[in-house]
């Protein structure tokens, strides 16, 4: 995985990053990623719905719809592997026989719920995380019930993840230039051996940072500037609320 | 794979591991926060980044599929469990928002299953095996090894117990399936934690987390609270299982051949909740209990753990 | 150089330090005793581990000195005056990287007033002056370190203590891995600032191109404090202390 994706359509101005705040725009993805992770079995027109509004949030966001095709791509095979496997475990009927295979009725209407789901959740959260910027995005973060270590890990991470990653690629380049056609376990212990490295790396830097915010005046808690205003928190409740009601809705659709 | 995407929880399952999980890592921050003082921010920063660096670099599984690092274990051997645990959060909150590797309305499920087991049960199996075999680089590195396969097959039946909890598929079916894929999965986080563990105790055994030197308390108290702490587990494994899934126990015991035995887990202690408390609610305060004692135990064995290496400090 | 206009320069008075790591044989520092005048600008010279960056540390209390005491400016150096301290004198070390470690340049210049007590919007506001004083105003300032170069992440950590306006400016290694352009520009920033300058370096004449004083410290001792001109020219003593000027590398390769 890379972090080069990030801050691609960040600073197009749209429908959405107008009315909304980083933050606000989180809180809209969480909404929009329940909604459709949590719908219950059976709510198609909930779904339908929310598809029809996440496509319209694709519009207004103005990511572009290829782009955001190959995110979900990226990450259909976590959901769909899985998925697989249900109209082989779920008991039922056999709907479908194709050789020696026997996929059960109800095996696949799951699976199909669930790709649906999944892929309407993922796409939510996609939109909303290519048109904010990674660091606007880390301070939206200070609005989620987080505590302060969690969130001052994250900003660390992200800003470290590029220093330590191009010092760990020195090390496996440099061991690799080394090993020549050693045997496996050999290239297998280098390999642990670079990791550890990387761990050692990450000690020192970790105390040298230290040193470098006590000059500053740090003493137990990391500060940050107060996030970008702006925004209409109307909009944001709004979508917000649209989300929880067509859930509920959702809900109400399964038990009819 | 060991990531619960979007899709698969029901709306119980995922609203009971998300408050459940917020409650350890609140508590988790607490203790880092403490143990660590203001180091913390960096010392912590700078292992999450070390971790997304890791994870960057995929390695062979099986069958031409590969996969990365957890690196729950790893951590917790170098920052301690609830350091660790905290890193492996962060990690995840990333992996959820950024690469869809794990879904949001998952994401209490697998901080509970691959930060919680992978660094705290993870590092406790760690701790107790070092304890028994002692601690030179070899044997460390071999404890590490067994403690993160042990902890990746771990991971793989509480995500298994999880997604049949929520009515994906049976749970002995989904449980079976999830131990079986982490079985071999674990292999590799086993070898590359236990070389790395290996390595890091010949090179920098100064790095390693150094547990506090524990409260003086006396041997017998550690084995009354041993005891008390695998009896929590067990019973919190078995009251799990049964409430989730009434009869599936029933018809275990009727396949092993112990269908007599059977009738007494009627008589477990949340073994029927989910029968007088109907539907999601049952499942929740399953959980909920599940989850207290499992953690509840984990938490009086470290202790007695800790205990019993006081008094055998003290004597030697 | 409006980040400098609100400061004011302190004196350093350094009188018996001496230190040694835990752990380790010979004391990295002993019996250093140094004054500096408010606004004199000083170089610390000397070879690898002859204690330079060690002092450097006491000067804002990073270590506490094993004997002998610092004051800057009226305050001794202690554990109550620590806050004042660090507000006083502001350090840059070595790596740009260490120094950089929050998620956007604009977080990170506003670090140090944020750790003062300064509110969001003035802490904002001095940040962006200080940038604008080391020539970083045109950058986008909600971008991370990472995407900049050598030498514009140097001046970059410079503005994160000018941001904090302190009376001392404290640099270690400042020349270290910068091309010629970058050498330049950081010297002709250190030239101009009007507070207290401490330089800690092994580049001799980086070293007195920037400070009329310089100070040769060995193996935790002052050996000689005089002129920057003079000590230049004392070919011996430079070489017995190894240091050395570019000019000998082209003279000796033509005599060998």
């Given amino acids: ?256 | ?316 | 150089m409006s980040g400098a206009s609100g400061a004011r320069a302190w004196g350093i008075g350094i009188s018996g330090l001496s230190y040694s790591y835990p752990g380790a044989g010979a004391p990295a520092l002993s019996d250093v005793s140094l004054s500096l005048a408010p606004g004199e600008h000083v170089a610390i010279v000397g070879p690898n581990g002859a204690g330079k960056s060690t002092l450097l540390l006491h000067l804002n209390g990073i270590l506490e000195p094993g004997r002998g005491s610092v004051t800057i400016g009226d305050l001794p150096v202690n554990h109550e005056n620590l806050p004042e301290i660090r507000s006083r004198v502001g350090l840059v070390f070595q790596d740009p990287d260490d120094q950089l470690f929050m998620p956007t340049l604009l977080e990170d210049a506003a670090f140090g007033p944020l750790c003062q007590g300064a509110s969001s919007s003035e802490a904002e506001a001095r940040a962006r002056r200080a940038l604008e004083s080391v020539g970083l105003g045109q950058i986008d300032a909600r971008r991370p370190a990472h995407h900049l170069s050598g030498g514009e992440k140097r001046r970059a950590a410079l503005a994160t203590v000018l941001s904090m306006e302190p009376g001392v400016l404290a640099f270690d290694e400042p020349t270290a891995s910068l091309d010629g352009r970058g050498r330049r520009q950081i010297a002709e920033i250190l030239r101009a600032r009007k507070q207290t300058v401490i330089v800690v370096t092994h580049d001799v004449e980086f070293a007195a191109a920037v400070c009329p004083r310089m100070v040769l410290l060995d193996g935790g001792r002052v050996v000689v404090d005089a002129a920057a001109n003079e000590l230049l020219s004392d070919t011996e003593l430079l070489l017995e202390h190894g240091l050395e000027r570019a000019a000998w590398l082209y003279e000796r390769g033509n005599s060998v």
């Fill in chain 2, 1 to 316: 794979m060991a990531h619960i995407p979007d899709g698969f929880l029901s709306a119980a399952v995922s609203a009971t591991t998300l408050v459940a999980a917020g409650a350890v890592t609140a508590y988790a921050a607490r203790r880092s926060q403490k143990n660590l003082d203001e180091r913390a921010a960096p010392t912590l920063g700078l292992a999450t980044a070390a971790v997304f660096a890791a994870q960057a670099v995929n390695f062979p599984v099986a069958a031409g599929t590969s996969g990365h690092l957890l690196g729950g274990v790893l951590v917790a051997v170098l920052f301690g469990p609830w350091a660790g645990y905290l890193v492996m959060t962060a990690v995840l909150i990333v992996q959820a928002l950024i690469f869809a590797d794990g879904g949001l309305t998952a994401l209490g499920a697998n901080v509970l299953n691959i930060a919680g087991i992978g660094a705290l049960v993870g590092y406790g199996i760690y701790r107790a095996l070092t304890a028994l075999a002692g601690e030179g680089a070899r044997r460390r590195g071999l404890a590490a090894a067994a403690a993160a396969y042990v902890a990746t097959v771990l991971t793989g039946v509480a995500a298994g117990w999880e997604l049949g909890l929520s009515g994906v598929a049976p749970i002995r079916l989904s449980v079976g399936a999830m131990a079986g894929v982490h079985a071999v999965m674990g292999l590799a986080e086993g070898a590359i934690t236990g070389t790395a563990v290996w390595a890091l105790t010949r090179k920098r055994p100064d790095l390693l987390y150094q547990p506090r030197a524990p409260a003086t308390g006396g041997l017998n108290r550690a084995v009354v609270l041993a005891g008390l702490g695998s009896l929590a587990i067990v019973v919190g494994l078995l009251s799990l299982v049964a409430s989730a899934a009434p009869d599936s126990l029933e018809r275990a015991a009727i396949d092993l051949g112990f269908a007599d035995a059977a009738t007494a887990w009627e008589g477990a202690p949340f073994g029927n909740y989910s029968t007088w408390l109907p539907g999601p609610a049952g499942t929740a305060v399953a959980l909920v209990l599940g989850i207290a004692l499992l953690f509840a135990g984990a938490a009086a064995t470290f202790r007695a753990i800790a205990l019993a290496r006081g008094a055998r400090e003290e004597r030697g």
């Fill in chain 1, 1 to 256: 995985m890379g972090f080069a994706h990030l801050d691609r359509y960040a600073d197009r101005p749209s429908w959405l990053t107008r009315r909304t705040t980083p933050a606000q725009r989180l809180w809209i993805a969480i909404a929009a990623a329940f909604a459709a992770g949590l719908m219950p079995p059976g709510a198609w027109g909930a779904l339908v719905l929310l598809a029809v509004l996440l496509a319209l949030g694709v519009r207004a966001a103005r990511v572009p719809p290829g782009a955001l095709a190959r995110r979900v791509a990226q990450a259909l095979p976590f959901f769909l592997l899985p998925a697989l496997t249900l109209p082989f475990t779920v008991p039922g009927p056999t709907a479908l026989e194709i050789g020696p295979l026997a996929f059960s009725g109800p095996g696949l209407v799951r699976a199909a719920e669930i790709v649906v789901r999944a892929t309407l959740a993922v796409s939510a959260v996609s939109v909303v995380i290519s048109v904010t910027r990674a660091a606007d995005l880390l301070a939206a973060l200070d609005g989620l019930p987080l505590p302060r270590l969690v969130r001052s890990s994250l900003a660390l991470g992200y800003r470290y993840v590029y220093v330590l990653s191009d010092e760990f690629e020195r090390t496996t380049r440099a061991l690799k230039s080394r090993m020549g056609h050693a045997s496996r376990g050999r290239v297998w212990r280098a390999r642990a051996a670079a990791l550890a490295h990387l761990f050692v790396r990450a000690h020192a830097r970790g105390a040298r940072i230290h040193s470098a915010m006590l000059s500053r005046g740090y003493r137990d808690h990391f500060p940050t500037l107060q996030p970008a205003r702006g925004g209409s928190r109307a909009w944001s409740v709004a979508i917000v609320c649209l989300f929880a009601a067509i859930w509920l809705g959702g809900v109400f659709e399964a038990m009819a």
